[in-house]
């Protein structure tokens, strides 16, 4: 019998601590000087990045998406040479990985994993080590973007909420501000933690004041007239990236939908349960890291056995849908999304014709 992706990726998966061991023994007996220059937290680190690895290598598998992991090793690459460690050790150890796999797996087990892992090597010297800005000069309302962004980063939320009202008032609708200013400002915020620019607290800080300012725009948010239609939003357990669902649903409450905002860590159970409640035309879940892919095909198969729950219609949006563009079919969506504005248009298409272009 043919032994699938998806079977190896969870057999790999559940030896992840072992392999991540094994991975990092072998780092340390090859480059024997990494213990005198980094002791035992640096060993502990490598054991970290090992298992990482290896997590992500194995939801690439399970989802049979070589590309999955190629993303999380770009990635990768930015942030660890921002930390001082270069591009070399990293396919090292990557090398080293696949070396361990082949060790300790089934034959075809290891031939199929380390096929994406030599994937992924050969396209590292490809990869970019400097991310552009989130936050281009011919962007729209790029200067608001830019002094929001530097007033969040210098703690002046008072300053930051000021130039986001002024803006209101002034005529700038609140689309353009949660799509302009507050995404891009998110994203730029993402990628200086990854090349080191900023602490996760300062990430922390940022979000936290974006969504008090956000919430300061529901009195206008919630202001128009109702189209008779509900959305019900959820990030998956675990994902604690949770504010750009809550921006798109501020936008569906834009457009006239009633909206129900879940969060994140809602067990399955009470989802089914708010869903057979409330009964709403979309649900949209959001996950923003690859590891996440898994906990939304079980979300999504959850859904579509509650008999009450079938009619429902089911988007989904993330950083892995958006690199794996096909991603959404795989985990039986009827749709995906690039951001708020597009959630809504591609809910609004559902609805009249009930499937995604």
């Known amino acids: 019998m043919k032994t699938t992706s998806a079977e190896v990726g969870l057999r790999m998966d559940s030896k992840r601590a072992v392999l991540a061991e094994a991975v990092t023994d072998r780092h340390y007996q090859l480059h024997p000087e990494l213990e005198q220059r980094y002791g035992e937290r640096g060993r502990q680190k490598c054991r970290e990045d090992a298992a990482y690895h290896l997590t992500y290598l194995a939801e690439a ?15 990768a690459k930015i942030m660890l040479a921002r ?9 090292d150890n990557l090398k080293i990985t696949a070396e361990i796999l082949k060790d300790r797996l089934p034959p075809q087990d290891a031939s199929i994993a380390c096929a994406y892992l030599e994937m992924a090597i050969a396209g590292l010297p490809q990869m970019p080590l400097d991310p552009p800005c989130c936050i281009a000069p011919n962007q729209p309302f790029a200067k608001l973007a830019k002094s929001y962004m530097a007033a ?19 005529g700038m609708s ?37 969504q008090m300012i956000m919430s300061q725009l529901y009195p206008q948010i919630f202001a128009g007239a109702r189209v008779g239609r509900q959305f019900v939003g959820v990030c998956v357990g675990g ?29 399955s159970a009470d989802l089914i349960h708010t ?6 035309d979309v649900v949209g879940i959001s996950a923003t890291l690859t590891t996440h892919i898994g906990a939304v095909t079980q979300i999504i198969s959850s ?53 995604a272009s």
């Open 174 to 210: 609140i689309k353009d501000i949660y799509i302009h200013v507050f995404q891009q400002s998110q994203h730029e915020i993402g990628r200086l933690w990854q090349i080191n620019r900023i602490t996760v607290a300062q990430e922390h800080y940022c979000t936290a004041a974006t």
């Open 275 to 280: 869903l057979q409640e409330r009964q709403p």
């Open 152 to 170: 969040l980063l210098a703690c002046q939320r008072r300053e930051a909420t000021g130039l986001i009202l002024d803006a209101v008032r002034n």
């Open 239 to 267: 994902d604690l990236h949770e504010i750009g669902m809550r921006m798109i649903a501020d936008f569906f409450e834009i457009d006239g939908w009633d909206t129900v905002y879940l969060g994140s860590n809602v067990p």
């Open 83 to 91: 930390r001082g460690i270069p591009a070399r050790d990293l396919a």
């Open 303 to 355: 859904i579509r056995e509650a008999p009450s729950c079938r009619d429902i219609k089911i988007i989904v949006g993330g950083h892995p849908f958006n690199v794996t563009p096909d991603l959404w079919k795989d985990v039986q969506a009827d749709g995906c999304c690039e951001d708020a504005r597009g959630a809504v248009e591609l809910a609004n298409q559902l609805i009249r014709h009930g499937a």
């Open 61 to 75: 598998l399970a989802e049979s998406k070589s590309s999955v992991f190629r993303d999380y090793v770009a990635w």
